[in-house]
């Protein structure tokens, strides 16, 4: 009989052994407060009513760090912001971005699409999509990089990185910004291109500087779509070993903008520094559809993939799929082959409830990490729409998830003044103690303005 206990008894230890390596330890959120604001030293003309909307975050090795870009709304122009913290995010520094605007020193008329990332040397960079009036009474994109060599407290002047994009009718989108963390000055940003007078776009391309920012290769182009399809949306990550991967969507021109149909994610990699790229391979084809107000129908962007790469060299692919108002997924897709091949879908979390703008990040022991807005806790049919932010992470690669609240209930329908309350995407890094994420809230979490700009600290519990 001793012996028989004896046995039972180091079943039980195994088998409470496994469950706890199978399931999260807790997170506990930190420090969260509005990091937007301020004026930046700007007239009030140039920063409108306090509406801040798509959100970019990135953390210098360490996590000690920080830099928030953001878009600042003051129609019919908007306008990149950036705060920069030194100590973790106990204090911030608000600059408007120079050069981008005529409001900041610049001749473009606007700047969106705020993208920021550290190097391997300290320097952070910031990336935008600036645009120009024509003759034709229609806008030139121009992407443009800013750099700062004091972690974001102070920015240089704009470098432009696709000049070609100037002719009338012809439309750079979504550019993004990311830093080598190995090799110091070397950082990589990714666009689509528009042509004159089409719906379908030329696809996705690159540039790359080797000194810091301060000069951008001629474009090369990634991959290139089908006839009648377009390429957009996407997200370059330097892998653990040095190689490039972009994660991009394509689909029907309708599909990209949130109408009807699907869309494909797709990754392709470079083991040149961008200069020849291996065939797509797909991760998944999903519903092309906006998230949608359950009372009003009116859209809210949910359409871009979010991408991070680890140090054990695992890369984790993150999106939404939300069939109706009353249901909503978060699901992850990981490769541990550089992108060669995915995984099946591993579903983060279900909600009663549309869920939306997944973003993903890894630390450094392999902890996944990934935040997102949901409206799970809204009741149909009364005068606000509840909305959440949420956080899950993950110490099993994806398998299982532990599931915290972030922030909120905000109603987003005091932001829809400018169309996009809370705009295409938000920012989620990894820290030494866990993680940082930064998004939007509305009224009445929002004391600035329709809406503000938030970070929070995600600590960790690490065994």
């Not at 630390?363 to 809204?378: E, L, M, P, Q």
Request: positive net charge.
């Amino acid at each position: 009989m001793k012996a028989f206990t004896a046995v039972i008894a180091v079943l039980v230890v195994v088998v409470v052994a496994g469950v706890s390596r199978s399931f999260a330890s807790p997170a506990r959120v930190a420090d969260l407060g509005a990091v937007s604001g301020g004026s930046g030293g700007l007239p009030a003309a140039c920063i409108g009513d306090g509406t801040e909307r798509e959100v970019a975050l990135a953390a210098s090795a360490g996590g000690r760090r920080l830099v928030v870009g953001w878009i600042q709304s003051a129609p019919p122009a908007d306008l990149n912001f950036a705060a920069a913290s030194r100590n973790g995010g106990a204090t911030w520094r608000t600059t408007a971005l120079p050069g981008l605007t005529k409001c900041t020193g610049g001749e473009p008329d606007r700047s969106v699409d705020p993208s920021v990332s550290f190097g391997a040397d300290g320097r952070a960079y910031f990336g935008s999509l600036v645009n120009y009036p024509t003759t034709l009474g229609r806008f030139a994109y121009d992407v443009f990089a800013n750099r700062s060599s004091d972690g974001g407290s102070t920015w240089s002047s704009p470098a432009v990185v696709d000049p070609a994009s100037g002719a009338p009718d012809r439309a750079d989108d979504f550019p993004t910004l990311v830093a080598d963390p190995t090799r110091a000055g070397r950082a990589y940003m990714t666009w689509s291109r528009l042509p004159p007078s089409s719906v379908a776009n030329e696809g996705i391309y690159l540039s790359r500087t080797q000194d810091g920012g301060r000069s951008w290769s001629p474009p090369r182009l990634v991959h290139a779509p089908p006839p009648g399809m377009s390429s957009d949306f996407a997200r370059p990550v330097v892998l653990s070993d040095g190689r490039l991967l972009v994660v991009f969507a394509e689909g029907s021109f309708t599909s990209l903008v949130g109408g009807p149909g699907t869309s494909t994610v797709l990754a392709t990699r470079s083991a040149d520094g961008g200069r020849s790229w291996s065939p797509p391979v797909e991760i998944v084809e999903r519903s092309a559809l906006d998230v949608a107000d359950p009372d009003s129908g009116r859209h809210i962007p949910s359409r871009v993939p979010s991408v991070a790469s680890g140090r054990d060299g695992r890369t984790y692919v993150a999106w939404s799929d939300s069939p109706s108002a009353g249901t909503g997924r978060i699901i992850v897709s990981r490769s541990a082959n550089a992108g060669h091949s995915w995984s099946r879908a591993l579903t983060v979390a279900r909600v009663g409830g549309q869920a939306f703008q997944p973003t993903v990040a890894v630390g450094a022991r392999g902890t996944v990490g990934v935040s997102w807005y949901d409206f799970g806790r809204d009741r149909p049919g009364d005068a606000v729409l509840t909305t959440d932010v949420w956080f899950a992470h993950s110490h099993s690669r994806g398998r299982h998830w532990r599931r915290t609240h972030l922030a909120g209930p905000f109603d987003v329908r005091t932001a829809y003044g400018d169309g996009k309350p809370l705009g295409d995407f938000q920012g989620l890094v990894a820290t030494r103690h866990g993680f940082a994420a930064a998004f939007v809230q509305a009224r009445p979490a929002a004391s600035h303005g329709p809406s503000d700009v938030f970070v929070a600290k995600i600590l960790l519990r690490h065994r």
